[in-house]
Nanobody
Framework: QVQLVESGGGLVQPGGSLRLSCAAS????????MRWYRQAPGKQRELVAA???????NYADSVKGRFTIFRDNTKNTVYLQMTSLKPEDTAVYYC?????????WGRGTLVTVSS
């Protein structure tokens, strides 16, 4: 059983920055990969970034060079640092984990990039 709670979303102007947090319950956080997805209005949910237990990461082409995913296993938390935000980044951002073949999702946090 894994429970995920996202926070840190809000309204930001283009070019601004936000840091999203995902706090995970349970004792298996340190041994599972974590992912950030997002879903914009009228669009499918898409993978934004992923990080392994060892800290290796990968990103969607649309956010490379602007977003950074990192984790603190001592706090059971994964983060998404977003910089140089664009209006197209507007979406609900979700934290995801897949321990033992079962997908767990947070409820999401809304990021709105607008002037």
């Amino acid at each position: 059983q894994v429970q995920l709670v996202e926070s840190g979303g809000g309204l930001v102007q283009p070019g601004g920055s936000l840091r999203l947090s995902c706090a995970a319950s349970g004792r298996i956080f340190s041994i599972i990969s974590m992912r950030w997805y997002r879903q914009a209005p009228g669009k499918q949910r898409e993978l934004v970034a992923a990080i392994t237990t060892g800290g290796n990461s990968n990103y969607a082409d649309s956010v490379k060079g602007r977003f950074t995913i990192f984790r603190d296993n001592t706090k059971n938390t994964v983060y998404l640092q977003m910089t140089s935000l664009k209006p197209e980044d507007t979406a609900v951002y979700y934290c995801n984990a897949n321990p033992y073949g079962t997908a767990y999702w947070g409820r999401g946090t809304l990021v709105t990039v607008s002037s």
